[in-house]
């Protein structure tokens, strides 16, 4: 199955909020570290309880990097905790030359196993064609990203007079011939994406920046309802996993996740 037909599945179904895994030793709940690997332990809890009802998993790899091999190992064993069915995202952000990125691609999709990357565009095409040369998965490219500081770069005006992230996503849009290609638009820059929302055309769009980072997730869904646009991910990470500190943090985080989609199914029907 290909990364367009998991996500595609899942949209089918009004199911539209990935979880991010960003799972971080020092905020998961105590009573796990007593566990033989409490990082691999809180994932498969979180896992086991939101399957049936998450559009995606997203893994961002700086939490797991930062272990050295224990951390590589549990990015691995995470991928296997997800049925084959369901898309799952490396949030790894790379973007090199050629040849780099060539290995990085293998990597991310042979090696790791993962359906789908984010990819920095900084460099050019050279740093996100080898990632586009897999058919079957999905490459998310940085358009707008959600953190403050994206207005030093991304919100500067060209020659052209567009913003940086305006030339971005116009040239994404070239490089999506094969259906592939996806962008990432901070769902924090609500105003920047409703003013240019017909630049998504057929992109499937990648949303960070719900919950702790301030997104609001009914004017997301309502803007994508009236467009009639169903090719969207909404990632949330810390307002979901760490919806509780108890031995009941399942069962909050389950809670918290048909809160959302509920919102999500009531503005779309």
């Known amino acids: 199955m290909t990364a367009q037909q998991k996500l595609n599945n899942k949209l089918l179904n009004n199911l539209h909020i990935c979880v991010g895994l960003d799972t971080d030793i020092n905020k998961i709940p105590k009573h796990l570290l007593s566990a033989g690997n409490p990082v691999l332990e809180f994932n498969r ?15 961002n790899f700086a939490f797991y990097e930062k272990d050295g091999p224990k951390g590589f190992e549990n990015i691995i064993d995470t991928v296997k905790l997800i049925p084959a069915g369901t898309l799952i995202i490396a949030d790894a952000k790379r973007g090199d030359i050629g040849n780099t990125a060539k290995m990085y691609a293998e990597s991310v999709f042979n090696y790791f196993k993962f359906d789908s990357v984010t990819v920095n565009p900084y460099m050019g095409i050279d740093s996100v064609k080898p990632f586009l040369e897999y058919n079957d998965k999905i490459t998310f490219i940085l358009g707008l990203t959600s953190n403050p ?4 770069f991304e919100l500067k ?65 309502k803007l994508f309802g009236k467009k009639n646009y169903r090719n969207y991910l909404i990632n949330v990470s810390r307002a979901l996993i760490y919806a509780d500190d108890s031995k009941n943090f399942a069962f909050a985080t389950r809670k918290k996740l ?12």
Do not use: H
């Open 45 to 59: 809890i979180i896992i086991e309880n939101t399957l049936d009802i998450a559009a995606a998993y997203k893994i």
């Open 149 to 152: 500081s994206a207005a030093d």
């Open 157 to 221: 005006k060209m020659s052209s007079g567009n913003y940086l992230y305006q030339e971005v996503i116009r040239q994404i849009n070239e490089w999506n011939a094969k259906g592939n290609c996806g962008v990432v638009f901070g769902a924090t820059k609500f105003e920047n994406l409703a003013g240019n929302f017909d630049m998504l055309k057929n992109l499937y769009t990648l949303l960070p920046g719900v919950g702790t980072q301030g997104g609001k997730l009914e004017d997301i869904v």
């Open 258 to 269: 048909i809160e959302y989609n509920e919102i999500v199914s009531n503005i779309l029907n």
